[in-house]
């Protein structure tokens, strides 16, 4: 992986594993409102499922970096591996019970959270021993570059994810019908093939061997996209501790937590405003549902992997332009009333996302040392990931009051980001 890290075999695999567990997150995130909905499952419970296993990804994403030395990064791996394809499995079975009336829908979703609690404990070890495995084969130059390239993987899996989830609903097997809980178990069996093949190809390390670390990664879901915060967390120096309310940083803490609230807020309920907006019935808002989500992903990637590149913007710039964009992407995604409308508005919301997550990651970066960067690194993952916490239950309890909600108070958070930002950001 010396020279071409990109097309090294290690390399490639690990970029799957990133993949696969990204891909396979977002996937089962793109179907739930209609699984909730087809279930006769309240819709605060269906945020409920994923705020649950986000907690538990933050909470244990850093108890697994922390151990790499004892455990080895391959054994940590299969670990993570596992415990997906474990995860996808115990919600497939949930909920083709509960399609098929075995036991009732809210049953059936109670057991499905606690198949999600499994994702989010274990599922969590595997992205920490990937860096350090890329990190461990590559020299110093190449080593930015190749994280960076990796992380790519996750913000690749939320377009994948929701564009083949509609594609992977099965029908009747042996009698069994499996509907809507196909991409679970779809997902689970290449999940499964994937850890055979490290299992297979990778060679095994001795605990502490190669001396690389890695850092938590953000929960992976719908909207997403990667900051780098995680490859600054793991090859950046942590001399420096660093506190989320140190004067540097406090402000671009602040931003991130509400641009971040505000993305997950509306990327969570955006399933839910389909099927209403549109009237549709539940298995007939996938594919409107895919092609949403996959608009407001791909808008977000090319701004992070297109726009940004070719501008000169300072991260203050980045979070202003940013909420102002989202904010009205947000407002029309909340009155729009078509396919078209509800797609074109949430890419439009995206695409001020894109904006305001590298800006937040850069400005906090900037505003401390060499000594502080792994530290200021790990605290931006770790806003990131928090976001997912609350967000998404928020976003759909507002969305069950009224339809436009979450989107207006998304959108009016922005603009007052916009005003915080203006008098507080200094770069």
């Known amino acids: 992986m010396t020279r071409a890290p990109r097309f090294d075999r290690n390399f490639a695999l690990m970029f799957l594993v990133m993949l696969t567990i990204a891909g396979g997150n977002t996937a089962l995130q793109s179907i739930l409102p209609a699984l909730s909905r087809s279930l006769g499952v309240a819709d605060r419970e269906t945020a409920a499922a994923f705020s649950v296993s986000a907690l538990l990804w933050v909470i244990a994403a850093p108890f697994w970096a922390n ?28 909920l083709a019970a509960g399609i098929n009336h075995w036991i009732a829908g809210p049953t059936a979703f109670a057991c499905f959270i606690g198949g999600r609690l499994v994702y989010g404990l274990f599922g969590s070890a595997a992205p920490p021993a990937v860096q350090a495995l890329v990190a461990g084969e590559t020299t110093r130059d190449e080593r930015t570059r190749a994280l960076t390239l990796l992380a790519s993987a996750f913000g690749l899996g939320t377009i994948l994810g929701p564009a083949v989830a509609p594609y992977l609903i099965l029908g009747t097997i042996g009698g069994v019908e499996i509907g809507l809980a196909g991409p679970a178990f779809l997902a689970a069996l290449f999940g499964i093939a994937v850890w055979l093949t490290v299992r297979l190809s990778l060679r095994a390390d001795r605990p502490g061997e190669g001396g690389s670390r890695g850092a938590s990664s953000a929960y992976p879901s719908i909207g997403g ?37 505000a993305q997950t807020m509306t990327s969570q309920a955006i ?13 007939a808002a996938l594919e409107p549902t895919g092609i949403v989500l996959m608009m407001g992903a791909g808008a977000a990637l090319l701004v992070q992997w297109g726009i940004i590149p070719t501008l ?41 996302f894109g904006f305001t997550r590298p800006g937040f990651t850069a400005g906090a970066s900037l505003a401390v040392g060499s000594a502080g960067q792994g530290s200021v690194a790990g605290r931006v993952t770790s806003v990131n990931g928090a976001s997912f916490v609350l967000g998404p239950s928020i976003g759909v309890a507002l969305y069950e009051a009224q339809h436009a909600l979450p989107y207006l108070t998304a959108g009016a958070a922005l603009v007052m980001l916009c005003g915080y930002g203006m008098a507080a950001l200094k770069r």
Do not use: K, N, Q
Request: glycine letters at 12%.
């Open 312 to 352: 000169d913007l300072s991260p203050r710039r980045l979070i202003l332009v940013g909420a102002a964009i989202a904010a009205v992407g947000c407002a029309l995604t909340g009155l729009a009333t078509s396919l078209y409308g509800i797609a074109t508005a949430y890419a439009l919301a995206s695409l001020g």
């Open 271 to 283: 399933g839910f405003l389909v099927i209403d907006r549109l009237h549709l019935a539940p298995i």
């Open 225 to 261: 996209a990667p900051t780098g915060a995680s490859v600054a967390a793991a090859t950046e120096p942590h001399a420096e501790p660093v506190g989320y309310t140190d004067p540097r940083i406090r402000a671009w803490m602040i931003a991130g937590l509400v641009a971040g609230h």
């Open 67 to 94: 151990r790499l030395d004892r455990f080895g990064r391959r054994a940590m791996i299969l670990l993570g591996l596992g415990g997906f394809s474990l995860s996808l499995t115990l919600c497939g079975l949930f």
